[in-house]
């Protein structure tokens, strides 16, 4: 082929750019397409809304018109003794809210902590104990010790029995996060620039917390996200590990509170002139709960959310 045929033929831009215009013409999402999208996930998002909407107008509305009229999207009958009976021991409440925010917070930051500098060893090509500690992590995935191990082991060895460390030590450490950070640190973190570091004088620690943290913020606030969201609804730790009301987490007192009501529902024939039962709230009262539980995991996400879908697909999908 001659090179008068290759101009004739070649576009007139260079063939870089005239890939490019293609590959952004295929690419390309029409206007209407675009706003078929948005209406999409505009009927998607009013969908996801409408239940916690629902929850919050059942929270205010009265026992007996819940129970006579079911859920509707406005109350009939406007109350607010759900809420009244949920902080009626006002003191019991928020001294149990305030344990459960101490415990979250300290959770979640001594859990990115230690699965932080757990996983970066491990990541490292030159550590030469990686492949000990790697399967040690994944072995306790597996397996563990049982309920009665867990159980002596927190009460008699690490002494947690009513004190606040009880509600957040043990789930302040994770396994299954140590391998999506261990993943992540090996995809995100060139080994060139820690060398490069290294040759500047740079120290393992000067290395890990002024070049490898800045770089791993996406999998830490993932890491935080969850464990901030797993701390926040346990209550397992409270009912095995304390005994003291003054450190009951929020989850637990909540828990605590139901089943009396349920009880006294229940025992209502041989409580007559105890209790009015009438005016107990059971549905009203667990929609509150949940609008107390919830609320602030709700309001804590859109401060995560850009950081925890690269986190997540980053750390968990490559290998």
Do not use: H
């Not at 397409?33 to 629902?54: H, Q, R």
């Not at 957040?168 to 994770?174: G, I, M, R, V, W």
């Not at 996060?177 to 393992?204: C, H, L, Q």
């Not at 346990?234 to 009396?260: C, E, G, M, P, R």
């Amino acid at each position: 082929m001659t090179t008068e045929t290759i101009v004739k033929t070649t576009p007139q831009q260079s063939p870089r750019l005239f890939f490019r215009k293609k590959e952004r013409d295929v690419l390309a999402i029409s206007p209407t397409t675009n706003w078929g999208f948005n209406l999409l996930l505009l009927v998607v998002c009013i969908i996801t809304l409408i239940p916690i909407y629902v929850i919050v107008i059942a929270s205010i509305t009265s026992e007996a018109s819940l129970t006579t009229n079911g859920y509707r999207l406005w109350p009939e009958e406007f109350s607010l003794m759900a809420y009244t009976f949920l902080f009626s021991q006002g003191s019991i409440v928020m001294t149990a809210y305030k344990n459960t925010i101490i415990s979250t917070v300290a959770g979640t930051i001594l859990s990115v902590i230690m699965v932080g500098l757990y996983a970066y060893p491990l990541s490292r090509d030159n550590f030469k104990l990686g492949t000990f500690f790697t399967f040690y992590a994944f072995f306790t995935m597996l397996f563990s010790g049982g309920l009665v191990a867990y159980y002596m082991v927190a009460r008699q060895v690490l002494l947690l029995q009513d004190t606040l460390w009880a509600l957040f030590l043990p789930s302040a450490f994770s396994p299954f996060w140590v391998i999506v950070m261990r993943t992540f640190y090996k995809t995100n973190v060139p080994n060139e620039i820690i060398e490069a570091a290294r040759i500047d004088g740079a120290s393992e620690w000067r290395t890990f917390i002024q070049i490898v943290v800045p770089l791993s913020v996406p999998g830490l606030a993932t890491v935080a996200l969850f464990s901030a969201i797993g701390i926040w609804n346990n209550f397992f730790n409270a009912l095995l590990l304390v005994d003291d009301a003054q450190y009951y987490s929020l989850q637990f007192t909540i828990y605590t509170t139901l089943n009396n009501i349920r009880f006294l529902l229940e025992n209502a024939d041989k409580m007559q002139g105890l209790v009015n039962i009438s005016e107990l709230p059971s549905q009203t009262f667990r929609m509150a709960m949940a609008v107390v539980t919830v609320g602030p995991v709700i309001f804590a996400y859109p401060f995560f959310q850009r950081f925890f879908i690269k986190g997540l697909t980053i750390g968990a999908i490559k290998g």
